[in-house]
């Protein structure tokens, strides 16, 4: 069956003899140097285990589809976690298909052949003139290395287990059954771990991220003068995550002022003001999808006022004691509650709440002014791993080769009575990588100092 052109409504009729004239007069333009990709390895390892946790099942997992922007602009595609893991491949529309057997078959949509049809010069969605060139069956087959098949081949019949909520056609097409939610849990368990190359990734991602934060400092100065010097910064970024990576993982934070008390601020559309700090939360993804995540926060000024420097440093000694903790065989909660006990002990000795440290870890009150969790799992997605049960997640211990961020946080809101007037307004976030090792667990972005008097120095050589 022939799918209908995404033709735009402005789209000129194509005459007969224009139609036949586009069939020829093309020189050959298949690939001779196709390479499999680096990732390609680990992914079919990644399959093995797959069907081998659901041995004589089938198994569908899609890519995902493109999504609307505006009437026909769509968002630049990007495949769901799990499709990339598994395939290292990336198009809109594609589908793995794990048969009971064990063998996988990933289903493309190859390129249009020039000598037929009118894809490849009047489809806005897909054709090669307007979004550019994708593999051959053969080509698909050498990067992935993985047998793969035309999209029009695919028949989704019978019992199968979906990877559902990512290709509404994939979804229609198999009836629901109990063991769908257990398949995407594994596919997030899958990933807790992470194996030699996606560590290699992050990394990747992580330096990338150093060197767009060294860039953003840097900026600093034009972007005080600029209206909104908030989106000047977040432009920098984004400039080094387009140039290294594929993009942002995740929409910037850059929150100056009171905006860094609103925990996702991604408007940031605010005007800088010198007096104030700047909260930055921003990686860059890399081209395979990996991405960083960090966070700084950052005297404009390039020097702590004496109040900024108390909040910033109560944070930086939570952080450091959870990261402390971080080691194989503790429970992933431990992290946080040691943060958060540090937190305690200086709200209370500062006065602002009245209770025991104890006391104040059991009734929660210092939540008000933490509001969130320490840290997550990292990986594909800036949130990785968040389908996985909760025995084996938030309720586990953490492993080798498991990479999580550590992220306490203050965030004294403008309005908030309970604080003295000096400290209202003032968000302190300080967010960093970490792979668990054998004995402990290795801080990925290190490169980015985390004291405040090494964050001022720093600040001091980048401004000049």
Same mark, same amino acid.
């Given at each position: 069956?022939?799918?209908?052109?995404?033709?735009?409504?402005?789209?000129?009729?194509?005459?007969?003899?224009?139609?036949?004239?586009?069939?020829?007069?093309?020189?050959?333009?298949?690939?001779a140097d196709?390479?499999?990709?680096?990732?390609a390895p680990w992914a079919?390892?990644?399959r093995?285990?797959?069907a081998?946790r659901?041995?004589?099942e089938?198994?569908?997992v899609?890519?995902g589809t493109l999504?609307?922007?505006s009437?026909d602009?769509?968002?630049?595609?990007?495949?769901?976690?799990?499709?990339?893991y598994?395939?290292?491949?990336?198009?809109?529309?594609e589908?793995?298909?794990?048969?009971p057997?064990?063998?996988?078959v990933?289903?493309?949509?190859?390129?249009s052949?020039?000598?037929e049809?009118?894809?490849?010069?009047?489809d806005r969605?897909?054709?090669?003139f307007?979004v550019?060139?994708r593999?051959?069956?053969?080509e698909?087959?050498?990067?992935?290395?993985i047998?793969c098949?035309h &999209?029009?081949?695919?028949? %989704?019949?019978?019992p199968?287990?979906?990877?559902?909520?990512?290709?509404? @056609?994939v !979804? $229609?097409? *198999?009836?629901?059954?109990?063991?769908?939610?257990?398949?995407?849990s594994? &596919?997030?368990e899958?990933? %807790?771990v992470?194996?030699?190359?996606?560590?290699?990734?992050?990394?990747? @991602?992580? !330096? $990338?991220t *150093?060197r767009?934060?060294?860039?953003?400092?840097?900026?600093?100065?034009?972007?005080?003068?600029?209206a909104?010097?908030?989106?000047y910064?977040?432009?920098v970024?984004?400039?080094?995550?387009?140039?290294?990576?594929?993009?942002?993982?995740?929409?910037?934070?850059?929150?100056?002022?009171?905006h860094a008390?609103?925990?996702?601020?991604?408007?940031?559309?605010?005007?800088?003001?010198?007096?104030?700090?700047l909260l930055l939360d921003?990686?860059?993804?890399?081209d395979?999808?990996?991405t960083?995540?960090?966070?700084?926060t950052?005297?404009l000024?390039?020097r702590?006022?004496p109040v900024?420097?108390?909040?910033?440093e109560?944070?930086y000694?939570?952080q450091?004691?959870?990261?402390?903790?971080?080691r194989?065989?503790v429970r992933?909660?431990d992290?946080?509650?040691?943060?958060m006990?540090v937190?305690?002990?200086?709200?209370?000795?500062?006065?602002?709440?009245?209770?025991?440290?104890?006391?104040?870890m059991e009734?929660?009150?210092?939540?008000r002014y933490t509001?969130?969790?320490?840290?997550?799992?990292?990986?594909?997605d800036?949130h990785d791993?968040a389908r996985?049960?909760?025995?084996?997640?938030?309720?586990?211990?953490?492993?080798?080769?498991?990479?999580?961020?550590?992220?306490?946080?203050?965030?004294?809101?403008?309005?908030?009575?309970?604080?003295?007037?000096e400290?209202?307004?003032?968000?302190?976030?300080?967010?960093?990588?970490l792979v668990?090792?054998a004995?402990?667990?290795r801080?990925?972005?290190?490169?980015?100092p985390?004291?405040?008097d090494?964050?001022?120095?720093?600040?001091a050589?980048?401004?000049?």
């Amino acid at each position: 069956m022939t799918e209908p052109l995404n033709t735009g409504s402005h789209d000129l009729p194509i005459t007969e003899e224009l139609a036949a004239f586009m069939r020829t007069g093309w020189a050959d333009t298949r690939r001779a140097d196709v390479r499999a990709l680096p990732v390609a390895p680990w992914a079919a390892k990644r399959r093995a285990a797959l069907a081998s946790r659901f041995p004589g099942e089938r198994l569908v997992v899609p890519a995902g589809t493109l999504k609307v922007r505006s009437n026909d602009c769509d968002y630049r595609f990007r495949p769901h976690s799990a499709f990339s893991y598994l395939t290292g491949a990336g198009e809109p529309g594609e589908v793995l298909v794990i048969e009971p057997s064990g063998e996988a078959v990933l289903y493309v949509r190859p390129r249009s052949p020039r000598e037929e049809g009118q894809e490849f010069y009047r489809d806005r969605r897909y054709g090669e003139f307007w979004v550019g060139r994708r593999p051959d069956l053969a080509e698909a087959a050498e990067l992935y290395q993985i047998d793969c098949a035309h &999209l029009r081949e695919l028949e %989704l019949t019978g019992p199968a287990r979906v990877l559902r909520g990512v290709d509404p @056609a994939v !979804d $229609a097409a *198999v009836e629901p059954g109990d063991g769908d939610a257990e398949l995407e849990s594994y &596919l997030s368990e899958a990933r %807790l771990v992470k194996d030699e190359w996606e560590i290699g990734e992050l990394q990747a @991602a992580v !330096d $990338a991220t *150093v060197r767009g934060f060294e860039d953003v400092v840097r900026a600093i100065p034009q972007a005080l003068r600029h209206a909104r010097g908030e989106r000047y910064l977040e432009g920098v970024f984004g400039l080094r995550s387009r140039l290294e990576g594929n993009a942002v993982g995740y929409e910037s934070i850059v929150a100056s002022g009171a905006h860094a008390c609103v925990l996702h601020w991604i408007r940031n559309d605010g005007r800088l003001d010198p007096a104030d700090m700047l909260l930055l939360d921003a990686g860059v993804e890399t081209d395979t999808l990996y991405t960083a995540d960090i966070t700084r926060t950052l005297p404009l000024s390039g020097r702590f006022s004496p109040v900024q420097r108390q909040v910033y440093e109560l944070v930086y000694e939570a952080q450091s004691a959870a990261i402390e903790v971080l080691r194989p065989g503790v429970r992933f909660r431990d992290f946080h509650l040691t943060a958060m006990r540090v937190i305690c002990e200086g709200l209370h000795e500062w006065g602002l709440l009245k209770d025991s440290p104890d006391a104040l870890m059991e009734s929660g009150l210092y939540r008000r002014y933490t509001l969130c969790s320490s840290g997550h799992m990292l990986g594909l997605d800036v949130h990785d791993c968040a389908r996985a049960r909760a025995e084996t997640y938030l309720d586990g211990v953490l492993e080798e080769g498991q990479v999580l961020t550590v992220e306490p946080g203050l965030y004294l809101q403008p309005d908030d009575l309970t604080l003295p007037e000096e400290f209202r307004g003032l968000g302190v976030r300080i967010e960093d990588d970490l792979v668990i090792t054998a004995d402990g667990a290795r801080l990925m972005s290190a490169a980015l100092p985390r004291h405040p008097d090494e964050v001022e120095s720093w600040m001091a050589v980048l401004l000049g």
